[in-house]
């Protein structure tokens, strides 16, 4: 087996309802602090990418499955081509730690598999008053990720930040602002953990929201997902004043960009970054040059 100090930490965080638009009026992220969040476009490649929610009619959860998959055209055979699997076929030890409702679609629906595979670990992390599983644990989650991006002994961690779509889905506009302050905060909490283990951390949004909580004509709340773009972030060591796609976005401001690739590019830029080939089914393209 690979060692884990061969095989640097690399971290996936969902951000899910964080939206990229340069509306202002019902947009929950331009009228929140986000400090932490504007730091790592300044200093690290960020974009923003197309969703899988561009096309109609997606389920989340076949979101998460072409998300783990690379890949749109799934008539043929997959069962060999999830992200996952292929991390597992590389003796690599991964983790997928969500709360109860995210854990499906990062463990279940990602892996395009219902069963674990080896050298992987699921970890639930709600805050309930009874009802505890084998892999439930009643912390913070993001400081029991934390904790587990320190102890060395996995290659690939998966997690969700997902508060946002919580509140935005509820149509409430100064909850979703607080939930954008907050995962914002936490971003920049996890980043520095990463960097601190010489690990990269990868940020992407699967669909927006709070950046269009409410119709501008009406007032009336959308308490819908939004097919805007959403940001895509490699923070690492060694991608500190790097750029992706058509460059820098001028004043930290991702809207002034056009999308640098699509939901299919993530699971190839995964690899690429933890050294592992890309299938040639894969459709999308590492976005890392």
Known sequence: MRSIRNNKLVVFLTIDGWGVSSFIENNAIRKAEILGFKNLVANYPATIINTPLNDSDFKLSQAYRLLGLGKKNISQDVSNLSLSKIISRANLRQLKIASSYDLPLLSVFFNNSSER?????????????????????????????????????????????????????????????????????????????????????????VYGGAEDVYNLGTGIANKKRSTNPVPFMIIGNKYQGRV?????????????????????????TILNILNLNIPIEMEGKSLII
């Open 117 to 205: 595979f080896l050298n992987e670990s699921w970890v639930v992390c709600d805050k309930r008053s009874s009802g505890i599983w084998s892999f439930f644990n009643k912390g913070s989650l993001v400081d029991e990720l934390i904790k587990n991006i320190k102890s060395d002994r996995y290659n690939f961690i998966f997690s969700s930040l997902s508060d946002i779509s919580r509140e935005f889905l509820q149509g409430d506009f100064s909850a979703t602002v607080l939930a954008v302050e907050e995962t914002s905060y936490n971003l920049d909490k996890i980043a520095r953990t990463v960097l601190s283990v010489d690990g990269t951390l990868i940020i992407s949004g």
């Open 244 to 268: 992706i796609g058509s460059g820098e976005a001028p004043n930290n401001d991702l809207s002034l960009l056009s999308p640098a690739g699509t939901y299919l590019d993530v699971a190839p």
